[in-house]
């Protein structure tokens, strides 16, 4: 039982190039998430799935795309990568029972825009 | 505009001396609210929560305490032990979305226990 799974670890860009994070889980978790986390900024939600085939926005969706086509796989796409999407990414899932179930994350990727 | 603030960046405490830290939020629709433990080049972990029903949870030698009226939370940490040194960060929920988590972090606080 691995958790949630991110893929991959780090990653360096260059400006305007495109790249996909994979994110998996094996908790059969109905919720998957995507944060950021910046320097003095905690933990920002891009976007987020509640079930198989939908996706929404977060906080800070702008320059991200996210495909949820498998229940066990989050996948964030960044098209035309910006320095200002320098940042460490987390993906996250949820149980689907109970209002507040806690989050369980991934380990990150670090990724760096050139 | 932050709605979930840590304004202590560190923290420093003995060991087997309580570690206290604070958390303050300015959106009154939060009802629930966590704190969670990262340790470098791993994934936060969830430690403890509480609802806005309740002024007082603990778990072993951890305690949440809300003061509504002040917006204020705090975990305390007694004895604090050397593998409490992590960064915390405190997050508040207004409320599932169709059942999601839409959490709302601090910046993070880094404890460093100090043997």
């Known amino acids: 039982n691995a958790g949630v799974t991110q893929t991959p670890k780090f990653r360096v860009l260059k400006t305007g190039q495109s790249m996909t994070l994979l994110c998996a889980q094996d908790?059969?978790?109905?919720?998957m998430y995507w944060y950021r986390q910046d320097p003095g900024m905690g933990l920002r939600l891009i976007h987020y799935s509640v079930g198989e085939g939908t996706t929404a926005k977060g906080e800070v969706p702008d320059g991200y795309n996210v495909s949820r086509l498998k229940k066990q796989n989050f996948l964030l796409g960044l098209e035309s990568a910006a320095p200002s999407q320098t940042s460490v990414y987390f993906c996250?899932?949820?149980?689907?029972?109970?209002?507040?179930?806690?989050?369980?994350f991934g380990n990150g990727t670090r990724l760096t825009v050139t | 505009d932050q709605q979930v603030k840590q304004n202590s960046p560190s923290l420093s405490v003995q060991e087997g001396r309580i570690s206290i830290l604070n958390c303050d939020y300015t959106?009154?629709?939060?009802?629930?609210f966590l704190w969670y433990k990262k340790y470098p080049a791993e994934g936060p972990t969830f430690l403890i929560s509480i609802s806005s029903i309740k002024d007082k949870n603990e778990d072993g030698r951890f305690t949440v305490f809300l003061n509504k009226s002040a917006k204020h939370l705090s975990l305390h940490i007694v004895p604090s032990q050397p593998g409490d040194s992590a960064v915390y960060f405190c997050?508040?929920?207004?409320?599932?979305?169709?059942?999601?988590?839409?959490?709302?972090f601090g910046q993070g606080t880094r404890l460093t226990i100090n043997p």
């Open positions: 997050a508040a929920s207004a409320g599932p979305i169709q059942g999601a988590q839409k959490l709302v």
């Open positions: 959106n009154s629709m939060f009802d629930y």
């Open positions: 996250a899932s949820s149980e689907p029972t109970g209002h507040y179930s806690p989050l369980h």
């Open positions: 908790m059969n978790h109905e919720y």
